[in-house]
């Protein structure tokens, strides 16, 4: 057990490492990872070599046997004449070549196999995490996820394969040839022919198969992308009676990707057909050769024992080479697919002198701010908006007015691409993305939870919270009583219950409910309500409203909402509309101008209201 300890040290899957983009070029991204743990490769690299020098021996031995056998005539004269070199051979082969083998695979299981594998992963899981909402908004989420737990797999099968595997088959040649050499010149040509149209073949078929793979890992995360799209969002397939079309489109790309992988194993069988034959002509022309050898009396017996037996031995070992290095190359294929997902330059980064956002009160400025997603379709030109700290400010305007926009850019989801925005004369340009966040409090239309227990989801909040803070948030929110009540699939009740992916087992109000006592935890001074109630029922809002009163006490307040009767008591309300502040002021004003937000408000309560 020690032993086993032992090897599984020597790499730390979750050390600390710099938080940096990998390489976008294929030999780089793949020493990046290598690089790491280059000392362990070394090792296999070193123990590989006398594993298989310690293999060729033993075809050696049959050689030897064989000739010491025919030398003699009599078992007693054969003991008394090579009793040394029987009692070396047994030391080889007992001792020597299984403590060899267990060093081989306790490196290649115990330290490479698992620990390299969520090296990778983990390191790409943390930049892939910290990237832009954009990015995670371009690419489904399914293909991401495949896109890190296989490339992780795949450059460890196709560097741990090519150390061990093309190690020994270059050890396994250059020994063969010498070794022939030794006994007889004439058998080294058999195997230098093979060598060349062996090489030939891989340089024939390996940039093909290379091609092919790619076509194939990248069908496969399109596949996985599609599959796990259709799961997150069966709810929605269901209610629309989609299951036929989803059928279709899911035929689809399986087609696409059967195809892929169809064409590429085509070029499998060719492979292997084409090396069947090589090989095939090896055996036959080293056997003829063997014999005619021992036919002129150049060689022994024991020769021809020992060259066909090592033939046939390499015959075995490249056919199974010639699959590995299919399978290298497949999963070169995938780490080409990952690369151009994982290996992408994040778009929203922390500045290199960036600071802590520290001691807020919360007043937020946007000056001569441009924002566009799209160059040709500007969202804000020159937007300017002062909001003193404890003010609350409800935006107030039609669908794509920008809204949504603005707290988005506040929390710098995005950057601007012109003027800045400053927290009580701070740039949020300057400052870590984490300490801004942390200063900001957002509820949402559609409260996001993940698919852990109520307690995980809170701890979003405080991580330090214990559970009696939690559950004095969520009496607050009054939520207490049905989390108390709450039971999952599994038996785990109250705080330890599980929510289901997205909340899904929680109804819309409960959800709610949690999300608000998540944000009382979180206790920051800037608060963002995006339409926090519109898709609740009247029972639900009224509670969610009187929660909201609770949590926006003492803060900066910026609160979205298309039912104006949540926000007619801020103390000011913003319109926009394409992207402008058309309107500013509070409601009993806006009322009486007569403007956009009198239309709106006359809408939404009638001609008496006004």
Same mark, same amino acid.
């Given at each position: 057990?020690?032993?086993?300890?032992?090897?599984?040290?020597?790499?730390?899957?979750?050390?600390?490492?710099?938080?940096?983009?990998?390489?976008?070029?294929?030999?780089?991204?793949?020493?990046?990872?290598?690089?790491?743990?280059?000392?362990?490769?070394?090792?296999?690299?070193?123990?590989?070599?006398?594993?298989?020098?310690?293999?060729?021996?033993?075809?050696?031995?049959?050689?030897?046997?064989?000739?010491?056998?025919?030398?003699?005539?009599?078992?007693?004269?054969?003991?008394?004449?090579?009793?040394?070199?029987?009692?070396?051979?047994?030391?080889?082969?007992?001792?020597?070549?299984?403590?060899?083998?267990?060093?081989?695979?306790?490196?290649?299981?115990?330290?490479?196999?698992?620990?390299?594998?969520?090296?990778?992963?983990?390191?790409?899981?943390?930049?892939?995490?910290?990237?832009?909402?954009?990015?995670?908004?371009?690419?489904?989420?399914?293909?991401?996820?495949?896109?890190?737990?296989?490339?992780?797999?795949?450059?460890?099968?196709?560097?741990?394969?090519?150390?061990?595997?093309?190690?020994?088959?270059?050890?396994?040649?250059?020994?063969?040839?010498?070794?022939?050499?030794?006994?007889?010149?004439?058998?080294?040509?058999?195997?230098?022919?093979?060598?060349?149209?062996?090489?030939?073949?891989?340089?024939?078929?390996?940039?093909?198969?290379?091609?092919?793979?790619?076509?194939?890992?990248?069908?496969?995360?399109?596949?996985?992308?599609?599959?796990?799209?259709?799961?997150?969002?069966?709810?929605?397939?269901?209610?629309?009676?989609?299951?036929?079309?989803?059928?279709?489109?899911?035929?689809?790309?399986?087609?696409?990707?059967?195809?892929?992988?169809?064409?590429?194993?085509?070029?499998?069988?060719?492979?292997?057909?084409?090396?069947?034959?090589?090989?095939?002509?090896?055996?036959?022309?080293?056997?003829?050769?063997?014999?005619?050898?021992?036919?002129?009396?150049?060689?022994?017996?024991?020769?021809?024992?020992?060259?066909?037996?090592?033939?046939?031995?390499?015959?075995?070992?490249?056919?199974?080479?010639?699959?590995?290095?299919?399978?290298?190359?497949?999963?070169?294929?995938?780490?080409?697919?990952?690369?151009?997902?994982?290996?992408?330059?994040? /778009?929203?980064?922390?500045?290199?002198?960036?600071?802590?956002?520290?001691?807020?009160?919360?007043?937020?400025?946007?000056?001569?701010?441009?924002?566009?997603?799209?160059?040709?379709?500007?969202?804000?030109?020159?937007?300017?908006?002062?909001?003193?700290?404890?003010?609350?400010?409800?935006?107030?305007?039609?669908?794509?007015?920008?809204?949504?926009?603005?707290?988005?850019?506040?929390?710098?989801?995005?950057?601007?691409?012109?003027?800045?925005?400053?927290?009580?004369?701070?740039?949020?340009?300057?400052?870590?993305?984490?300490?801004?966040?942390?200063?900001?409090?957002?509820?949402?239309?559609?409260?996001?939870?993940?698919?852990?227990?109520?307690?995980?989801?809170?701890?979003?909040?405080?991580?330090?919270?214990?559970?009696?803070?939690?559950?004095?948030?969520?009496?607050?929110?009054?939520?207490?009583?049905?989390?108390?009540?709450?039971?999952?699939?599994?038996?785990?009740?109250?705080?330890?219950?599980?929510?289901?992916?997205?909340?899904?087992?929680?109804?819309?109000?409960?959800?709610?409910?949690?999300?608000?006592?998540?944000?009382?935890?979180?206790?920051?001074?800037?608060?963002?309500?995006?339409?926090?109630?519109?898709?609740?029922?009247?029972?639900?809002?009224?509670?969610?409203?009187?929660?909201?009163?609770?949590?926006?006490?003492?803060?900066?307040?910026?609160?979205?909402?298309?039912?104006?009767?949540?926000?007619?008591?801020?103390?000011?309300?913003?319109?926009?509309?394409?992207?402008?502040?058309?309107?500013?002021?509070?409601?009993? /004003?806006?009322?009486?101008?007569?403007?956009?937000?009198?239309?709106?408000?006359?809408?939404?309560?009638?001609?008496?209201?006004?």
């Amino acid at each position: 057990m020690k032993l086993l300890e032992l090897f599984e040290s020597f790499i730390k899957p979750f050390k600390h490492h710099p938080d940096e983009a990998p390489p976008t070029t294929l030999f780089a991204f793949y020493w990046h990872y290598v690089k790491q743990v280059k000392w362990v490769f070394v090792g296999l690299l070193v123990i590989g070599f006398f594993v298989s020098i310690l293999e060729i021996a033993l075809f050696s031995y049959i050689g030897k046997i064989v000739d010491m056998v025919e030398s003699v005539s009599s078992p007693k004269e054969l003991w008394a004449e090579h009793s040394g070199e029987f009692i070396w051979m047994m030391v080889v082969i007992v001792l020597l070549r299984p403590i060899a083998s267990l060093i081989h695979n306790l490196i290649m299981n115990q330290a490479l196999t698992t620990n390299f594998t969520s090296m990778i992963r983990w390191q790409q899981h943390r930049y892939v995490l910290k990237q832009s909402i954009n990015f995670f908004h371009s690419s489904l989420s399914g293909g991401i996820a495949a896109r890190v737990m296989n490339t992780g797999q795949a450059i460890r099968n196709s560097v741990i394969m090519s150390t061990d595997s093309m190690w020994r088959v270059v050890i396994y040649a250059v020994t063969t040839v010498v070794l022939f050499f030794e006994v007889n010149i004439w058998l080294t040509v058999p195997i230098l022919l093979w060598i060349l149209a062996y090489i030939l073949l891989l340089s024939y078929f390996l940039p093909r198969t290379r091609k092919r793979s790619h076509r194939s890992a990248k069908a496969r995360s399109k596949l996985m992308g599609h599959v796990v799209d259709s799961y997150s969002n069966i709810t929605t397939l269901k209610l629309f009676s989609h299951s036929s079309k989803d059928e279709n489109d899911a035929k689809a790309v399986m087609r696409e990707q059967t195809d892929a992988a169809l064409y590429s194993t085509k070029l499998s069988t060719s492979m292997d057909f084409s090396l069947m034959m090589i090989n095939s002509l090896l055996i036959a022309s080293t056997v003829g050769v063997s014999l005619y050898l021992w036919g002129t009396s150049l060689i022994t017996a024991g020769a021809i024992a020992f060259t066909v037996s090592l033939v046939i031995r390499i015959n075995t070992m490249s056919s199974w080479v010639m699959r590995v290095v299919s399978h290298i190359f497949e999963d070169i294929g995938s780490v080409q697919d990952g690369i151009k997902v994982i290996a992408q330059e994040r /778009e929203v980064v922390d500045a290199k002198n960036a600071k802590a956002l520290k001691n807020i009160e919360g007043e937020v400025i946007f000056k001569d701010v441009d924002f566009h997603y799209h160059p040709a379709k500007p969202i804000y030109e020159t937007l300017n908006l002062h909001i003193k700290a404890g003010e609350k400010i409800g935006l107030v305007g039609p669908s794509g007015a920008g809204k949504t926009t603005l707290t988005q850019i506040l929390l710098r989801l995005y950057d601007v691409k012109g003027g800045e925005i400053t927290i009580d004369g701070q740039n949020i340009a300057g400052v870590t993305q984490d300490s801004l966040r942390e200063n900001i409090g957002v509820v949402t239309q559609e409260p996001a939870l993940f698919h852990r227990s109520i307690r995980d989801n809170l701890l979003y909040g405080n991580h330090d919270a214990t559970d009696e803070m939690l559950y004095e948030a969520l009496k607050k929110t009054k939520a207490d009583e049905f989390v108390r009540e709450l039971v999952d699939q599994n038996g785990k009740r109250g705080l330890d219950a599980l929510v289901g992916e997205s909340g899904v087992k929680l109804s819309g109000g409960q959800r709610q409910r949690i999300a608000i006592a998540r944000v009382l935890l979180k206790d920051a001074p800037i608060l963002i309500l995006d339409e926090a109630t519109s898709a609740l029922d009247s029972e639900s809002e009224a509670v969610i409203q009187e929660n909201l009163g609770i949590l926006m006490e003492g803060k900066t307040v910026i609160a979205i909402a298309h039912r104006l009767s949540t926000i007619s008591e801020m103390d000011r309300l913003i319109v926009m509309d394409h992207g402008k502040i058309v309107e500013m002021g509070s409601h009993q /004003e806006l009322v009486k101008n007569n403007g956009i937000y009198a239309s709106f408000w006359r809408k939404q309560v009638g001609q008496d209201a006004i």
